[in-house]
């Protein structure tokens, strides 16, 4: 049962943090450095819960804010890309929390960060597309991914769910494309 927790845990965290690529690991750094529900210390991962990596991701936090703010667009190749092997560590680091081989948590946590990602780009974007305020759904995805990372800690099963809710999203997305253009290929 332990593995299907600490598989669980890396799930939740890795498709947070590919939701928004700092602050989940942040929090989950934070709450390593407190022994509160995960615990890096002893492991190849114990760097993700030191003082100079949530320094760095304050900093990464803070650096994305501002210039979200000035209005300069980061690249999505350059966040999905720290995404992805900030996931791929948290994942591996959730496996070796509970004394598990963390080489399987890189290529799991690579895909978990993936599938956050387009999630965060159908269901946010759209959300932004249509609404007034831009900077309210950012803040409503932010807060989505922090309590989604805290929920993978505590509560680590219920990280299926998310995931389950992701893939639907995705799968909703992808069938209303293929249905755009779907008068336009009658006509011909």
Do not use: N
């Not at 999905?80 to 929390?97: K, M, N, P, Q, Y």
């Not at 309590?147 to 209303?176: D, E, G, K, N, T």
């Amino acid at each position: 049962m332990d593995l299907f927790l600490a598989i669980s845990q890396g799930v939740g965290v890795s498709l947070a943090t590919g939701v928004r690529t700092f602050l989940p690991p942040l929090l989950v750094g934070a709450l390593a450095r407190a022994d509160a529900g995960v615990d890096f210390d002893g492991t190849g991962c114990q760097f993700l819960e030191s003082v100079p990596w949530l320094l760095a991701l304050v900093l990464l936090v803070a650096l994305v804010t501002v210039a979200e703010r000035a209005r300069i667009v980061v690249p999505a190749l350059v966040l999905v890309s720290i995404a992805a092997a900030i996931a791929a560590l948290e994942f591996a680091g959730s496996l070796a929390d509970d004394g598990y081989a963390a080489g399987a948590g890189f290529p799991a946590g690579v895909a978990c960060a993936l599938i956050g990602f387009a999630f965060a780009r159908a269901f946010f974007g759209r959300a932004a597309s249509r609404a007034r305020s831009a900077s309210l759904v950012e803040l409503f995805a932010q807060l989505a991914a922090v309590a989604l990372a805290a929920i993978a800690v505590f509560l680590s099963p219920l990280a299926w769910l998310a995931l389950a809710f992701a893939a639907w999203v995705l799968l909703v997305q992808r069938r209303r494309a293929g249905q755009k253009y779907e008068g336009l290929r009658i006509l011909r």
